[in-house]
Nanobody, 123 residues
Framework: VQLQACGGGLVQAGGSLRLSCAASGRTFSTYGMGWFRQAPGKEREFVAATSWSGSSTYYADSVKGRFTISRDNAKNTVYLQMNILKPVDTAVYYC?????????????????WGQGTQVTVSS
């Protein structure tokens, strides 16, 4: 499985970005997908996740109402729309695929990871 994340960049506080993660090598539509982030000097944290169909979504409290996760199984791609960005959202964002059962919120329950894309929000 290969996951390729893109869409990061530098944006001012209050702005928006849309991250994309393209998957290859496995039946994409069968598995849940998630986004995590890691800021400098901090541990990786859960951001959002979606079930295989997209019918169920999960969010960290810190991003609820601002971020939206979605997926297009025809394109083997998962998205993270990020609105009203804040400086505290600055981090490297990673997409991940969950093959086995487990917690949506724990990175240890995801099996494959992308390389990360940098998001920097200036104040």
């Amino acid at each position: 499985v290969q996951l390729q994340a893109c869409g990061g960049g530098l944006v001012q506080a209050g702005g928006s970005l849309r991250l994309s993660c393209a998957a290859s090598g496995r039946t994409f539509s069968t598995y849940g997908m998630g986004w995590f982030r890691q800021a400098p000097g901090k541990e990786r944290e859960f951001v959002a996740a979606t079930s295989w169909s997209g019918s169920s979504t999960y969010y960290a409290d810190s991003v609820k109402g601002r971020f939206t996760i979605s997926r297009d199984n025809a394109k083997n791609t998962v998205y993270l729309q990020m609105n009203i960005l804040k400086p505290v959202d600055t981090a490297v964002y990673y997409c991940a695929q969950r093959v086995s059962l487990g917690s949506w919120y724990s990175g240890t329950d995801y099996d494959y990871w992308g390389q990360g894309t940098q998001v920097t929000v200036s104040s």
